[in-house]
């Protein structure tokens, strides 16, 4: 890769990829809407508000893929979810249609399904979800890929991400937990492989419990090699909950979908 561009890169997962793909590119180029002083060798700073159309234009001139991490990365207000999330998405989808770049990997959310109950195994081909206006946003992101994967030959990897943390903060994440290394190696897949296409991808690590099915993506040849088996004896992970029926506990998106709506 040439010059990749790096959106959402001051974030938890934009830090971590900087880190872990430092020298991949001959060049990253980091953009977020807070500030980036501490660029290194072979990094590019050119920060701007994704709902920025024009500064959007100028920001992927140049790139030959993206990874595309940057947005409301949790429940908020349709306002906030607007501007960074839907029209931030098809700005930077339109800059790439204009500038030529062919593939792109969008971090959608475990939140596009996360009502669906969680003794039922998704898979690609599962219907949407929503449990919250944020998933919502990740499911129109993903609609706007497929559209233009086909409409275009965009090729997208349509990345379902679990819970990327150093550790699963809860025992939900005992299933949904996905380790850095997974998604690195995976972010190295999806701009390594001959042909990519449109695929949806549940992003996860190779944990004991499991509510994601990626058979339909054997082709990328992406194997997670982490499991949360790893911390399931730790002391904050005991305790069964107490009511079953609990919408955080029934929901595949936990307190996501338990949780009370915004207003603007
Ligand atoms: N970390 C996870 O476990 C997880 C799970 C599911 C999905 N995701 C998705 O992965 C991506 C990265 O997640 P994260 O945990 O690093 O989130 P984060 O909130 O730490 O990072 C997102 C970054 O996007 C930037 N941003 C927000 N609005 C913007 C705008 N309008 N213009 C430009 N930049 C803007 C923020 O400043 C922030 O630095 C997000 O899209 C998130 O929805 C993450």
């Given at each position: 890769m040439k010059r990749v561009l790096l959106t959402g890169a001051a974030g938890n997962l934009g830090k971590v990829v900087r880190v872990k793909l430092a020298g991949w590119a001959d060049v990253m180029r980091l953009s977020d809407l807070n500030e980036i002083t501490d660029a290194k060798a072979g990094e590019e700073v050119q920060c701007c508000d994704l709902g920025d159309k024009e500064a959007v234009m100028k920001l992927v001139e140049?790139?030959?893929?993206i990874i595309h991490l940057g947005g409301v990365s949790t429940e908020n207000t349709f306002d906030s979810i607007l501007n960074g999330n839907i029209v931030g998405t098809y700005n930077l989808y339109e800059a790439a249609r204009k500038h030529g770049v062919k593939r792109i990997l969008f971090a959608s959310s475990n939140h596009t399904i996360g009502f669906h109950e969680r003794d039922v195994t998704l898979d690609a081909d599962s219907v949407m979800r929503p449990d919250c206006l944020y998933g919502v946003s990740k499911c129109y992101g993903e609609m706007l890929a497929s559209l233009y994967y086909d409409?275009?030959?965009?090729?997208?990897?349509?990345v379902r991400i679990g819970s990327c943390f150093e550790k699963p903060l809860d025992r939900r994440m005992l299933a949904t937990w996905l380790s850095a290394d997974d998604f690195v190696s995976l972010t190295k897949r999806i701009f390594d492989c001959d042909r990519l296409g449109c695929p949806v991808i549940y992003a996860v690590s190779a944990n004991n419990e499991l509510w994601w099915d990626n058979t339909k993506v054997r082709y990328l040849g992406w194997e997670p090699k982490d499991s949360s088996a790893a911390f399931?004896?730790?002391?904050?992970?005991q305790g069964r909950a107490?009511?079953?029926?609990d919408p955080a506990v029934r929901y595949q998106g936990g307190s996501f979908a338990s949780a009370g709506h915004f207003e603007d």
């Amino acid at each position: 890769m040439k010059r990749v561009l790096l959106t959402g890169a001051a974030g938890n997962l934009g830090k971590v990829v900087r880190v872990k793909l430092a020298g991949w590119a001959d060049v990253m180029r980091l953009s977020d809407l807070n500030e980036i002083t501490d660029a290194k060798a072979g990094e590019e700073v050119q920060c701007c508000d994704l709902g920025d159309k024009e500064a959007v234009m100028k920001l992927v001139e140049g790139c030959d893929g993206i990874i595309h991490l940057g947005g409301v990365s949790t429940e908020n207000t349709f306002d906030s979810i607007l501007n960074g999330n839907i029209v931030g998405t098809y700005n930077l989808y339109e800059a790439a249609r204009k500038h030529g770049v062919k593939r792109i990997l969008f971090a959608s959310s475990n939140h596009t399904i996360g009502f669906h109950e969680r003794d039922v195994t998704l898979d690609a081909d599962s219907v949407m979800r929503p449990d919250c206006l944020y998933g919502v946003s990740k499911c129109y992101g993903e609609m706007l890929a497929s559209l233009y994967y086909d409409k275009f030959g965009i090729e997208t990897a349509r990345v379902r991400i679990g819970s990327c943390f150093e550790k699963p903060l809860d025992r939900r994440m005992l299933a949904t937990w996905l380790s850095a290394d997974d998604f690195v190696s995976l972010t190295k897949r999806i701009f390594d492989c001959d042909r990519l296409g449109c695929p949806v991808i549940y992003a996860v690590s190779a944990n004991n419990e499991l509510w994601w099915d990626n058979t339909k993506v054997r082709y990328l040849g992406w194997e997670p090699k982490d499991s949360s088996a790893a911390f399931a004896d730790e002391p904050y992970l005991q305790g069964r909950a107490a009511d079953a029926n609990d919408p955080a506990v029934r929901y595949q998106g936990g307190s996501f979908a338990s949780a009370g709506h915004f207003e603007d």
